[in-house]
Nanobody, 125 residues
């Protein structure tokens, strides 16, 4: 079965950096568009970034554009989220998501069938 396991979260000061990883198993990774979403306490889950199967098409939320970079290594079945210039408002549980029907990815959570368990990112101000 498909499993997505996030890692790399933690506590960081504002202005700092973190790199999240999402290791996938039980799937042909290169056939899946991948994405990162996040959910802060008492808020809706929101889109962060998405990457196409090939890695050539990438989308970002406006709130993270220029600070976050999504990438993937199809040989390692892993998608990454490099986060820099972190802000207090980036504090959330970060989830990776995957779907085989999407080619270029989507900003809509409902379009992803598979989700990881999440990793907590806390940015202190």
């Amino acid at each position: 079965q498909v499993q997505l396991v996030e890692s790399g979260g933690g506590l960081v000061q504002a202005g700092g950096s973190l790199r999240l990883s999402c290791a996938a198993s039980g799937l042909t990774f290169s056939n899946y568009a991948m994405a990162w979403f996040r959910q802060a306490p008492e808020k809706e889950r929101e889109f962060v970034a998405a990457i196409s199967r090939s890695g050539l098409t990438i989308y970002y939320a406006e709130s993270v554009k220029g600070r976050f970079t999504i990438s993937r290594d199809n040989a390692k079945n892993t998608v990454y989220l490099q986060m820099t210039s972190l802000k207090f408002e980036d504090t959330a549980v970060y989830y990776c998501a995957a779907d085989p029907r999407l080619i270029t990815g989507s900003r809509t959570a409902q379009e992803y069938d598979y989700w990881g368990q999440g990793t907590q990112v806390t940015v202190s101000s």
